[in-house]
């Protein structure tokens, strides 16, 4: 199939490209550069023996877009584009509507006029607002709780997206929602490597752990939890990328809208991580323990039946493989700032 990544040289987006090339899909990756470097093409080529098709673009642009869809004989896309930072988003949220709202409209606009009619798009756990009951099943209400403006781009485009479907009953659009990516590609040649002071807590880990920064805060202990920390559900980026290609094979054979968990099901605490990295990177991380962090939920972990019965993808790499591939990304780019 020829597919085309926005966002395809992100954190995301990279580690689907070398899945869907190793599956012999070709690939063509549009993405704008503002949170990416374009190093990661060479990456991929590295890794896969093909160089990817790069277009530098943004999803804004119309015309390119449809143009590099007619170019490539584009059949499906996959739509990782967008702003990710959830603080940021409360401190500029026309930006985020702007780009990942208004964006996805001008994506949808161009699939219409060139006629690709299959769209995979990265919504996250976070549509889920906090939990009501846990596992998390994807019949949990969505939209409603959801508590910043990044969350609230994730749970509108799925709406567009399933008013879509309603309109087109030849489209097939499925929504995978992410629960919390962390690792890198096993060569250590890709991997997320986010510029400035980290928000997510696997990249501050590693930063602690290669000496960049000097302690972790872990924010509150006194969660209802294992070990009063944050619990959260951490899915290796490579089991991810897979399914992404399972989604796409499934597109193939189904119509309309679909939303499906990525997670693994298992939960793991703060702690849990801190110490799983320390195992990886052979010595102790100095953290401490701070307050709350606000709007974060106790705990959220995926009930992932839905992604084996419907996608037939299941995770499978272990927290130890997670943390021993960031690892090893974070010594390999111990001076490069964006990834
Ligand atoms: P990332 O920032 O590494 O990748 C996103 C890519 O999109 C970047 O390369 C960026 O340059 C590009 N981009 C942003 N706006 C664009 C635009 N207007 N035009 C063209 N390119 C644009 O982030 P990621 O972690 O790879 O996330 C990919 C997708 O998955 C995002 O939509 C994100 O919201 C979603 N998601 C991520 C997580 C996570 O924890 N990483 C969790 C759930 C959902
Ligand atoms: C994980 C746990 C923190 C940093 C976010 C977005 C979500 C999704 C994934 C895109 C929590 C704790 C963190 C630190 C810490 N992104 N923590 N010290 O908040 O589960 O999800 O990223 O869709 O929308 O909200 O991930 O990695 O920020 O936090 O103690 O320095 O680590 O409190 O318990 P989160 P995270």
Known sequence: ????????????????????????????????????????????????????????????????????????????????????????????????????????????????ETGVKRIIFSSSATVYGTPQKLPLTEDHPVGTGITNPYGRTKGMIEEILADCCRADDKLTAICLRYFNPIGAHASGLIGENPNGIPNNLLPYVARVASGKLACIQ????????????????YIHVVDLARGHTAALEKSTVVSGWHAVNLGTGRGSSVLEIIHAFEKACGHTLAYKIVDRRPGDVAACWADPKKALEFLGWKAELTLEEMCSSAWRYECLHKDAEAS
């Not at 990416?36 to 093409?41: F, G, L, R």
């Not at 943004?58 to 877009?65: H, T």
């Not at 872990?218 to 559900?233: A, E, K, Q």
């Open 1 to 112: 199939m020829h597919i085309l990544l926005t966002g395809g040289t992100g954190f995301i987006g990279s580690h689907t490209a070398v899945d869907l090339m190793e599956h012999g899909h070709e690939v063509v990756l549009y993405d704008n550069l503002c949170n990416s470097s374009e190093d990661v093409v060479e990456a991929i080529e590295k890794i896969t023996g093909r160089r990817p098709a790069f277009v530098r673009g943004d999803i804004r642009d119309k015309a390119l877009l449809a143009d590099t869809m007619r170019r490539y004989g584009i059949e499906a896309v996959v739509h990782f584009a967008g702003l990710k930072a959830v603080g940021e988003s409360c401190a500029k949220p026309l930006e985020y509507y702007d780009n990942n709202v208004n964006g996805t409209l001008i994506v949808l606009d161009a699939m219409r």
């Open 218 to 233: 872990v924010f509150g202990n006194d969660y209802d939890t294992v070990d009063g920390t944050g619990v959260r559900d």
